[in-house]
Every structure is written in structure tokens, then in C-alpha cells.
């Protein structure tokens, strides 16, 4: 952790030049650099991999991730290209 922590005290010593360029942008987005400025506790959490929940609820047994857009695509072919259920070819 503390490599990761020195990593975003020297992003956060450059904010200003680095949220000038598209690319500082998205390493500032990726590196939760706002969450670092503001609450550093739930940096940390996002940091170690933990699930960090929005309305305060701790429920870790079921974490649902977003699907990528092939994932989505591919259950869409998959669903309209079987036949129904219960028809024999």
C-alpha cells in the first residue's frame, strides 16, 4: 500500500498540470485521485479492492460487476439465435 499511497501524493503534488491534459485526466479519474483528496478512508478501501458501498450497506456477499459491452453483445446473440424452449428440432 504504501507504494500506491506515494504514487497518489505525487500525482496529487501535480494536480494542476495533470488535469490540463486528456490523458492526466484519465489517469486522475482511474487513480481515484478526487476520493484521495477528500475522504482518504475510502481511497484506501477502493485502493485494497474492497467493495465500497454508496448507501452504507455492507453487503459483500453478492457483488454484481458491470458487463462489458461483449459480454452484453454476446448474451444478445446467444438469447435471439436458440430456438425456444420445449421446441424439437
Known sequence: MYIKQAIANE????????????????????????KYKRSRNQWFAIANGEPVGGNGSNNSNKIERKKTAIEVCLRFILLFSLPPRGWIR
Open 11 to 34: 500525482l496529487l503534488s501535480g494536480e494542476a498540470s495533470i488535469r490540463e491534459s486528456f490523458f492526466g485526466r484519465a489517469v486522475w479519474r482511474n487513480w481515484s485521485m478526487d
